[in-house]
């Protein structure tokens, strides 16, 4: 299983032949003007709730690619209304795709389209896809819903660490704790100057925390 990070929240994960992204932000991003928008073609696009810096490049890429998208359904209405179907889901929903199985969790955050149509609640993924599950948890504050996790036996955990519109690098440690997972990928850091870390201390609270903090570059891949 492979990731490859484009800025923000936005990554995608390569399972099963197929390609996955989650939330795209990419031609807004001053750090992410590299990346050409055009060049995606995923299968699904999910994404975790309505605000632009999770959907501004949503209609562009579905348009070039056809993708089915993956959203709760107050968001599916938004893009129904827009000629795009998507698959719509809500909290505590999970649905068997051919790539594996997607379950939406909770997210403590907000949520309106960049219109300031109503986005529904703000949302998780947990994917299990190849044996493995990877929890992608959106934009959220630290919440005591993340210990329903604590079973699932997380792989990877994308965690927000960014502060200020989200949790920040020190209760994103508490969540390692609450979903029992060791292996994060961070995000939601740097694109704009009030959520800006020095990723230096970051990574030196997980490391002494004993956690494996991985902060990809832009257009930088791993594997999980
Ligand atoms: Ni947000
Ligand atoms: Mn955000």
């Known amino acids: 299983m492979k990731t490859t990070y484009y800025g923000q929240s936005c990554f995608s994960i390569e399972t099963g032949g197929k390609t996955l992204l989650f939330d795209p932000f990419i031609t807004h991003n001053p750090l992410a003007k590299h990346i050409d928008v055009n060049s995606l073609k995923p299968d699904y696009i999910l994404v975790s709730h309505g605000h632009g810096d999770h959907t501004a490049d949503l209609l562009t890429i579905q348009k070039n690619s056809g993708a089915t998208v993956i959203c709760i359904a107050e968001i599916a209405t938004w893009l129904g209304n827009q000629g795009v179907e998507a698959h719509d889901m809500n909290i505590g929903g999970g649905f068997n795709f051919d790539f594996g199985r997607v379950k939406m969790v909770n997210a403590i955050h907000s949520s309106s389209m960049p219109d300031g149509s109503y986005g529904g609640n703000p949302a998780g993924f947990v994917v299990y896809a190849e044996g493995k599950a990877i ?19 997380l792989d990877w955990a994308f965690l927000p660490i960014g502060d200020n519109y ?40 997980f490391v002494k925390a004993g956690l494996n903090l991985k902060l990809p570059a832009i257009s930088e891949s791993l594997s999980l």
Do not use: R, W
């Not at 929890?135 to 036996?153: V, W």
């Open 166 to 205: 989200t949790m920040g690098a020190d209760d994103a440690i508490k969540a390692c704790d609450f979903i029992n997972c060791k292996n994060v990928v961070g995000m939601h850091y740097d694109s704009f100057p009030v959520i800006k870390i020095d990723k230096q201390e970051v990574m030196e609270k």
């Open 135 to 153: 929890y992608f948890a959106g934009d959220t504050a630290l919440t005591y819903d993340m210990k329903l996790l604590a079973d699932e036996n």
